[in-house]
């Protein structure tokens, strides 16, 4: 079922290439959120040649081996390619205007996405997000007892997000049934 | 009792509320993005490195003008009169800052020769994620006050070479790397309870926070002209290049 439905959107090359354009640009993303103030000073600076500059940000895209664990590395890969299928499939359910159908797949996708970009990545040490939400609050030391430091909630990100690709999935495929007694 | 699936036109519309849902889930995920870089980016916001929880709104915007100057005083590896130095925050039971421990000899030995590049070592404990690194920073300080220069490199390269990171260090290792690297362990153990570098280091955790540090490894390139390059995190070795060689150009 989750086959078909995803064979019946991704058919469309559209859909494509719009899924690969957002899971690309999530990722890219990520990887540069600790560096974006540097790359923004690079990118804008005029004494310094084009290629130069361009290739300061590529080379931190590496730092998904460098500056991420195994665990987290996979995980923000994994948010990264989820979250642009799941805004794939929901627009292509919504450009079919079957969305009289329960909310429980976007509202899940919508968590998913949540507790993807609260335990995305890593700043090296501490997650961005979380980390200074938690300070504000000054609840910080929770992270320490966390097993994974902050690192649970971009594995429930990828699970809220296959759950909401799935619940999705089941409602292009089976979109409104009516009952004849 | 049949069920038949309906075709597309025989579909009613939905009710205008249930198609706000998504566009909302947009704005909101859109909003905590933004609130990713705001926060991710925010100088002095503060953090896990932060000790003492501290309200934003009190707090000076961090800025890298606000780096402590290196002086004679700091653990220089390298020329000290080098066009590039790069300025490191550093958390010894960091795993990060263990990988770029090695990036950073890298550079040495690549840049560190010819005297281009120093590499300035400051403490940068991050006590909620790992209460053991200020006590370890207590230990490199001591192995710099008992051996000079050399010992402070030797031991940090060792600690950093055994240490699995995590707080995964075991106490009683302090001293046997105070001793594998030459030195006094009884010296060396009276100056790790007398406490003498607490304040020392705790002026770098401050220095690294007031620089907009918000993580470990947080490191300061800085370049001819005093131009200062933020690099958080433990980058590629292709991008410490890539800024050492614009720093280098005095870019």
Redesign the interface.
Known sequence: MLFQALQKVFRKPAYVAFALTTSIVVFTFVVWLPNLSLIVEVMDHSGIPFSQRLGLPISLLGSIATNFTLLSASYTIAIALLFGVNLAVTIYFLRRKISEVKRSGIATGFMGITSGVLGMGCAACGSLLLTSSLSLVGVSGILAFLPLSGGEFGILGVILLSISIYLTAKQIQNPVVCKIN | ??????K?S?????PQT??L??PA?IV??GA??A???Y????KN??????NQ?QK?AEQPTGTLDQMKAISKDDHIRGNPNAPVKIVEYS?TE????K??HD?MKQVMDEYGKDGKVAWVYRNFP?D????KARNEAAAIECAGDLGGNDKFWAYADRLYEVTPSNNGLDPAELPRIAQYVGLDTAKFNACLTSGRFAKHIEEDVQNATATGG?????SIVVGKNNKK????????Y??V???I??ALQG?
């Open positions: 009792m049949h069920e038949h699936e309906t597309p025989e579909i009613q519309n939905p249930n198609n849902s998504v889930a909101i995920a905590l993005i609130g990713a870089v926060f991710g980016t925010l916001a503060p953090t896990a490195g932060n929880p934003v958390d960091c795993p990060f800052c990988r770029f990036t991050l909620q994620l790992h209460p918000n993580g470990t490894p947080w390059y933020p690099l958080s995190g433990a980058q590629p292709a991008s290049k890539q800024l060689d614009l870019k």
